[in-house]
Structure formats: structure tokens, C-alpha cells
């Protein structure tokens, strides 16, 4: 079974660019969720989809968006970036949004602004 | 705020030592609880998880859960020159959201 993809692997953007990350979940996993890591912050929760629909979101700006497409492939988009937003962008794919499903995390995106 | 804490380290360990790594979390409505191991440039991995209702063994590794400290645990046995990585706790506060600690830096010392 394959895993969970995202791509592109690495970009670099300049600050005021807009960014556009894709993941592609476990097959038959429905739900994607998307994390921030960086050294200073850790894993910090950016938004959760399920079925098409956003289930659960962070404490992140509006700069910071997502959807879900019918193949439960995800994207999300951080428009006019900034220098704070270099990070490695997580995605992760679990059976449903049950507390108790574990994440698979795919290899990661990332993003360096400059 | 429901907040999970972990010591970041450092924590270094002689081969062959046990290895204990600490969790403690904000909320006793917590259900679920789970243990990611993350190398250097690479993604989170699961380790093992754990409910509310009990430790788990698995291998070298042993979860545990203190529920009136509010702490879970990960015990590594016999720590190999390979469990050097960042180990991060995760919990679910009773919804469907993962919080993560900001993770304990392992170090194994041949």
C-alpha cells in the first residue's frame, strides 16, 4: 500500500508569493490533516478534512487555506507569504477524524521564503 | 488552552540503557495517546499508542500512563545507537484533534 504523498519536496518562494502544497492520503484513508513544523514551534495543527468538508481547524491565519477534493486528495495554500511561514508543511491521512485513528505523516514539503 | 509538555532535551543515554521519556499533558478528559519517533530530516513515525485504559508493551518499547499525574511515558529497553531521534508525544483531548509536545532530542552515546 502506498503511503502518503506530498509534492512538490522542496520550493522556495519570496515573501508576497503565494504557495500551493498537495497531498494525496493512504488509499482509503478520507482524512488529511495538515501540520507546521518548525524548530522553534514544533507540530502546530493547521486544519483537518474529512469528505470534502474542513473538521477541525488551528489557530492560523486566513492566509492559510485548504480543500479536499472527491478523491480525498488534499491542497493547501498560503497566500502572501511570508518569512515566518519557512517550515516543513506535514500532511498526514487517517480512516476518519476519530481521536483514536492513528496519523500516517507523508515525507513533508519544504518551504523556504526569502 | 490544553497544552502537552515534553522536555526537549537533550536526553542521553549509554547503549543498552533504558531510556525514559516523559509527557505530561493539561487534561484528564484525554482518551488517547501516542508516541511518534522523528529522525533528522525526516517525517514522524508511529511508535506506538496507548488508550486511557492501560499501558502497552511492544518489543523494547512500553508505554505507560499515569492518569493522576497526568504523564505518559515512553520506556525504551536496551537503547540502540539507531532510537537517536526526536521522540514526540501526541494526545487527543477528548475530539478529533492530535496535539503534539514540541518533542524530547534522544541521544544514544555508543
Known amino acids: 500500500k502506498a503511503g502518503v504523498t506530498q509534492t512538490p519536496r522542496y520550493l522556495i518562494k519570496t515573501r508576497g508569493q503565494q504557495v500551493t502544497l498537495s497531498c494525496s492520503p493512504i488509499?482509503?484513508?478520507?482524512?488529511v490533516s495538515w501540520y507546521q513544523q518548525t524548530p522553534g514551534q514544533g507540530l502546530q495543527f493547521l486544519f483537518e478534512?474529512?469528505?470534502?468538508?474542513?473538521?477541525n481547524k488551528g489557530n492560523f491565519p486566513g492566509r492559510f487555506s485548504g480543500r479536499q477534493f472527491s478523491n480525498s486528495r488534499s491542497e493547501m495554500n498560503v497566500s502572501t507569504l511570508e518569512l515566518g511561514d519557512s517550515a516543513l508543511y506535514l500532511c498526514?491521512?487517517?480512516?476518519?477524524?476519530?481521536?483514536?485513528?492513528?496519523?500516517?505523516f507523508g515525507a513533508g514539503s519544504r518551504l523556504t521564503v526569502l | 488552552q490544553k497544552e502537552v509538555e515534553q522536555n526537549s532535551g537533550p536526553l542521553s543515554v549509554p547503549e543498552g540503557a533504558i531510556a525514559s521519556l516523559n509527557c505530561t499533558y493539561s487534561?484528564?478528559?484525554?482518551?488517547?495517546f501516542f508516541w511518534y519517533r522523528q529522525y533528522s530530516g525526516k517525517s514522524p513515525e508511529l511508535i506506538m499508542f496507548?488508550?486511557?485504559?492501560g499501558d502497552k508493551e511492544d518489543g523494547r518499547f512500553t508505554a505507560q500512563l499515569n492518569k493522576a499525574s497526568q504523564y505518559v511515558s515512553l520506556l525504551i529497553r536496551d537503547s540502540q545507537p539507531s532510537d537517536s531521534a526526536t521522540y514526540l508525544c501526541?494526545?487527543?483531548?477528548?475530539?478529533?484533534?492530535?496535539?503534539f509536545g514540541t518533542g524530547t532530542r534522544l541521544t544514544i552515546i555508543p
Open positions: 498526514a491521512s487517517r480512516d476518519s477524524p476519530s481521536g483514536a485513528n492513528v496519523l500516517t
Open positions: 488509499s482509503g484513508h478520507r482524512s
Open positions: 478534512y474529512f469528505s470534502e468538508t474542513q473538521r
Open positions: 487534561d484528564r478528559g484525554s482518551q488517547s
Open positions: 496507548i488508550y486511557s485504559n
Open positions: 501526541a494526545l487527543n483531548f477528548g475530539n478529533e484533534k492530535l496535539t
